[in-house]
Structures are given as C-alpha cells and as structure tokens.
C-alpha cells in the first residue's frame, strides 16, 4: 500500500491514466475490431506483433515523460524529494512500482488484442504469453538506457527501434514454422529474464538515486 501511494505522490494523475488505462484499452480495442473486421489467421497473428510493437514504442517514450533521464548526474528532477528524510525512500517505492506496473499495462492491451484470435483460431496462451513477455523484458530492460537520454529525438529513436524488434519478433515468432515448436522454450527464457530484468533495474535505479544525495555520477 505505502508503495502505490507513494507511486501516486511521484507520478502525474494525467500520467497514469493515459499510460495505464486509456492507451492499453484504447490500442487493444482499436487492434481487435481491425482483425475481426478482417477475420484472416494471418492478419489475427500480425495484430499481436503490432501490439507489441506500438505498446513497446508507447513505453519507451511515456517513460521520458514520467520519470525522464533521472540516471544523469543533476538531471534527477526530484531534488524537492530530498527536502524530507522520507524523500529517498518515497522514490524508491515510486520507482519499484513503476517498473511492477509496466507488465501489467502491457498483458491489459495484449488481452484485449488477443480476444478475436480465441475467437477465430483457437487457444491463444502460447502467443498471448510471448507476447506479453517479450514487450514486458524490453519495457524493464530497456529502461537501464533510457533513463540515460535527455534528448527526445534519440528517445524517439531508440522507440522506433525497440518496437520495431518487438512487433518482428511476435510476428515471425508467430508465422514461422521452424519456431512455433521453439515458442514454449522462448517463453520460459522470456519469463526468467523478466524478474531479473526488474531486479536489476531496480538496483541501478537505486544505485542512481544514492549517488544523487552524495552528489556522484
């Protein structure tokens, strides 16, 4: 509890409710009624990497505006946090919560997206799940980068980059047929890597808020 209120202190309300509510709905919905509309295997499969894809650009940049390049030195932008001996804790549960938040958000749009291929084609658990993890490990991991940029271009960049990895990953992943019996394995590697990924971004992050009070890069 103190960690969600603590994320709600730090982080807009504008914020999170466009990036943990209406943008995962609005795409998921959006991704859905394209396929249904068009009620091909192929285009049901395309839609769950175009998912990934736009949810994996859209997390990239939400995070330059929710938490920003606060890994460099004088950039933290917090430093009203350090006013108050609950400051650093305060940011820390922030962040902590942040990074518990993202495969949520992420499983909330791929869910919805999914909906027409369960319909159409059968069990989507195996693509659902690679989906899912596959944009939840480049949302955690990505952010040990990220939260280094002060420049939106580079930002953009870099998000143009990691959706486009994501979103032909999930679709050759999804079409190829040398892979699909791989797809089990790549989803159990995908599930390891992301409770590390959060673990060590969330040391880094720690690391660079300490660093910030002792005034070290």
């Not at 049901?44 to 929710?66: F, H």
């Not at 006013?83 to 902590?96: D, E, F, V, Y």
């Not at 693509?127 to 953009?156: D, E, G, H, K, P």
Request: net charge positive.
């Amino acid at each position: 509890m103190r960690m969600i209120k603590d994320y709600r202190a730090i982080t807009n309300g504008k914020y999170r409710l466009v990036c943990n509510v209406l943008i995962p709905i609005i795409l998921g919905v959006i991704l859905a009624l394209i396929d249904i509309g068009v009620r091909k295997y192929y285009v049901t499969a395309v839609m769950l990497g175009v998912g990934a894809a736009l949810m994996t650009a859209i997390e990239v940049m939400a995070d330059y505006w929710g938490f920003g390049a606060i890994c460099v030195k004088g950039c933290l932008g917090m430093d009203y946090l350090k006013t108050s001996t609950k400051g650093k804790a305060m940011l820390r549960n922030a962040l902590t919560a942040d990074l518990l938040v993202r495969p949520a958000r992420i499983a909330i749009c791929m869910v919805i997206v999914a909906v027409p291929y369960e319909i159409m084609v059968g069990n989507p658990v195996r693509l659902l799940c690679l989906s899912i993890l596959l944009t939840a490990n480049l949302s955690v991991w990505a952010l040990n980068i990220t939260r280094y940029v002060q420049n939106v271009q580079v930002m953009s960049l870099l998000s143009m980059l990691s959706s486009g990895a994501s979103g032909a990953a999930v679709i050759y992943i999804t079409i190829s047929s040398g892979l699909q019996k791989f797809t089990w394995l790549i989803v159990a590697t995908l599930a390891v890597l992301l409770p590390v990924g959060i673990y060590v971004t969330r040391r880094h992050m720690y690391c660079k808020v300490e660093a910030s009070y002792l005034d070290m890069d």
